[in-house]
């Protein structure tokens, strides 16, 4: 790992998570597994996800962010070639991003986890940017075994059973094996309501005595409910003929119970308009619970199989091969569905239930919904419905099926001097997601504008509608997903191609092609196939889907051919006896490719280690790196968003005409239609370097203490400026005579040019549309520091291991570029900027610790889990001096226990019998401002775990 050549790779940072460590810490999947790792950032993509709903990656998914700099800059290896890319994206800061799927590995099967915290790219290419974690499967397995494991969450009731089986056999006498590995895993589905903090998504309960008490941001309950606000199409107002006004100056009303305050008139004995949107101090209880609706855990059931086989050919060749599957099924309860804002749509004047509709039905009969003493005319008004959860309808149910296959065919051995090593590898996966309960928004228009009794009515509370009513808009809703790797390649080494004074120079080298593709098929409903037309305005939108974002297909493909280079360098050798040197050796390394798509990238790499004696060692290395943009940010196209814009040129006229007071800051913001699609992206770049000590002291056999440093600094960060800020860079050019071609706008009227007028501002119409394009923008620049401890001894007890590791983050800085100084100096705050870590999931110090001890047939361990303290930017309080203090998310540390017996007696030979309790303490993470009340990232909500595991080989 980290060389193909032997002697260098010995002296690199890398940590090391084998059998042994997978028992101890009770881990059961790639997630888990991840999870031990101190290095190891928020994992973005998890089972916590529902923002964004269809558009967000969901199912059995666990995302990898080495080093917190960011999911997709960590390469995952399989027996040393790449994984294929999980088949789904969603955004993280408004950017599409990909992601290996951890949990496709095999947790049956594993020989060890290789972890090089180290940059990589000049070695295995593209995305190597953070490090790269290698999965190394058990390739020489002899017998047959099997295991079953039962674990309960106590407090929340998650269920798991871990079924795995292990085969293998020597072949033609020795000259090959085939080892097969299969794991089977299903959990229960687990609802809010067993978890204290996911119960209700209003959490202001638990700040009680805090100085966050009463603080409404951890109110998180939606205000869109059953409850809909109403604006008439026509510029007007409504009102009763005693001149009560029931709409707002702008003709804008909403439904509430009768039991609220502000009520005009009445709708029915329950319900009543009142003028205007709801305020939260005396509408509070419309706020609608979505946490009470949502499942805290799938159900989930989840197959991996994995084998491997070798067989020499003759003494020089040996033939290889991998074949692995992996299918999970998740099944789980969302939430019910909104109306998004260029959803609106209009109720006709004929609807039966408008209460302002037409004083006759169409049968001739009177209208028994109209209001009485209204001003509105005999023929009635349309209206537009603006704000409405369906929340009579059956929630939103999501079923993801993702499937990953792999095969690999590989020959390797030597020519001549030569080792070589050639494979073929074939791998995709697929992710196919449905959504149960969806809603049409076509036929809910329809359902509502129907004339009679049947037709649904929005003027109730979402409380007075059949079932036959609902199920004549139900619409299931899908999104289906492929990706594809296709790998050939020729490496080979030498280890020592020449000597000189210190020793043997060895040689590597290698060439690659690969081919890569995403290829996503949203449903017709949301890619513009079958869009929504308002069947009164004529108004098209295209998303056709209740609550659902339009979003459209998107496929891309990219090849890549890449060729590197490896020397592995000897400058000193214990035999030229100079004093305080017993070895110096050095790897330069350099790699090229050439992207389809995105150009060409070489990167090179110096490593180095001084072996002073047997006991010390100093080592460092430099190296460049690149991330190429993935396939969906170089190939989805139009992504239509709404998103509240401010107006920074309107704003500043105002200001400076005396029409708005205050400063920039008061500027309010609008909907406005955002369109994101890239503009000539290139790979993102970024430099590495790290220097560390390794420690092994003579006195204290077996002690082996390290301390590493790292630094990396990424240049061209794939972003997006946001609609507000592309707003703000309108003004700066509108002040210089120029104008921001992002910002589209209509024509200036001639108040438009009187407002303008004086201001030294071009003059400007209303924004239609900001064009907020995917764009190289920031630098990155992180840093910190990695310490570990091995100890073994050995007494009358038994053997003893003691293992901690410890992850110190320095540094997550983000420098602004040339736009956002533009920003800074207009006076807009640009979020995002400065030293992330303590913020938002990035503690600045993870750390776990083990003790394992064995003694003939038993075996034990002790294991603890450190997760540091951060800020969540999300809550915040002022202070008397005005100062912002920040929601505290305290540190977390878990302690797990296990213990197991091998049984050795005849009858039961081959039985393993363990016991293992995770979060001994049941100690509960932090509350967070977040989904289910916790930063699902880096925290689980399991509390005491308790499980007991069988094995038996024959």
Partial sequence: MGSYLTPIAGTLPISLLNNDDIAAYGVSDGAELLRMLPQSGDMAFNESNFTGGVNTLRGDVASVNLRSIGTGNTLMLVNGRRMVLHPSWQNSSSVPVVSYNMNTIPAAGIAQMQVMRDGASALYGADAVAGVINTVMINDYDGVA??????KAIGIGKKDLNLTFSAGTELNGGKGNISFYAGYDSRNAVPTSNYKYAASADRTPFLVGTDFEDNSAFDNRSSIGGHGYFDMIDTGTIGLQDGTALTNSSGRFHVQPTTNSGCLTNVSDTICIDDGYWSYATDNAMYHDLGAERELYSKRSRLNIFSVFSYDINDTHELYGELG?????????????????DQRFSISKNAYWNPFGATTLADGSANPNRLASTDVPDEGVDLLLYHYRVTDADVRHIKVTNKTYRALLGLKGTLGDWNYDTALLYSTASSDDKTKNGLSVSKFQDSINKITPDAYNPFCGASCNSETTLTTFYQDLTKNATTELALVDFKVSHPSIFSW???????ASGIEYRYVSFDEDKDDRLDGTSPFMDSISGNVAQSNSIGDSPTNDVFGDRSVFSTFAELSLPLVSQAMNISLVQA?????????ENLSDVGNAFVPRVAASWHVNNNLMFRGSWSEGFRAPNLVQTNLLGINRQSSTVDYARCTAKLEKGLIEGNLSNCKGDQIKVLREPVDLESETSVNTG????????????????LDYWQIEQEGVIGVLSATSQSALDLYYRKNGQTNPNVQREKATPEDIELFL????SASGEITQVIDPYLNLDKQISSGVDYALEYKFKNDMGQFTYNLSAARLISRKTIAGEESDILSDLGIVVTNLGNMVGINGSPKWKANSSLKWRNQAW????????????????ASITDSEGNREYWKIDAWHRFNA???????????????ISFGIKNLFDKLPPMADDRFGLFGGIHTPEGRYVYTKLNYKF
């Avoid at 004074?501 to 040689?507: I, L, M, Q, S, W």
């Avoid at 004086?758 to 501002?761: D, L, P």
């Avoid at 361990?861 to 540091?868: D, N, R, V």
Wanted: proline share 1%; glycine share 12%; charged share 15%.
């Fill in 325 to 341: 599957a992996y299918v999970a099924h998740t099944s789980r309860n969302g939430d019910s569905a909104r109306i998004l804002t």
């Fill in 758 to 761: 004086g201001t030294g501002i």
């Fill in 691 to 706: 220097y560390g000590v390794v420690f092994t002291p003579s006195l204290i056999e077996n002690l082996t203490l390290t």
């Fill in 501 to 507: 004074a210190a020793g043997d120079v060895g040689f």
């Fill in 584 to 592: 110096v050796n050095m790897q330069l390394a350099a790699r090229y």
């Fill in 146 to 151: 099997f295991s079953a494991r039962y674990g």
């Fill in 859 to 874: 075996s034990a361990a002790l294991t603890m889990e450190h997760t540091g303290k951060f800020e969540e930017t999300s």
């Fill in 898 to 912: 296990y213990i197991g017996y091998d049984f050795t007696h005849d009858a039961a030979q081959g039985i393993k």
